[in-house]
């Protein structure tokens, strides 16, 4: 499809969307197994779960448009969960949830950026009740983010000093 549209890149970007959220639904997993930091794995496991409704969302949405939600993959997804299982294979222990930790707040950056321009393009098309879904995404994924933070830095980084 080309893009000439707002609309069109809306519908293009709501397609990476989905895209990037089935590949991190795949990577959680992963994740949750090579954590040795019990917080760390629950807040994977956690992950999963709010990722599952953000692929709801986005199939809800898809579905106002009468479009299927698959489309091209998401290479930058891609690329971070790439970089992210080179890393995992490279670090031991303690430092191996640290870097864990660092992946997947890239994940979460990426996807608060993806999330924040879907919601602007839904307001200015006067989607309100997509820009409130998309926001509620947004906002949960600065939640995690967070609560990564936390996790980091209350402990795992200074057990991998050691």
Do not use: W
């Amino acid at each position: 499809m080309a893009t000439e549209s707002l609309q069109d890149l809306y519908i293009t970007e709501l397609k990476d969307a989905f895209s990037a959220e089935q590949q991190i639904l795949k990577a959680l997993p992963k994740m949750e197994k090579e954590a040795s930091d019990a917080e760390l794995q629950n807040a994977f496991r956690e992950h999963r779960q709010v990722t599952e409704e953000h692929v709801r969302r986005l199939e809800h949405i898809m579905e106002r448009y009468n479009e299927k939600p698959k489309g091209k993959k998401c290479k930058g997804m891609e690329g971070i969960i790439e970089e992210g299982e080179e890393m995992m294979k490279q670090s031991n222990g303690e430092a191996r949830d640290a870097a864990l930790i660092s992946v997947a707040q890239r994940v979460e950056h990426y996807e608060m950026a993806m999330y924040g321009a879907l919601r602007t393009y839904a307001n200015q098309l006067g989607r309100t009740e997509d820009a409130t879904l998309l926001q509620r995404t947004l906002n949960e994924e600065g939640d995690a983010d967070k609560h990564l933070t936390y996790i980091a830095e209350s402990r795992v980084n200074q057990d991998a000093i050691a």
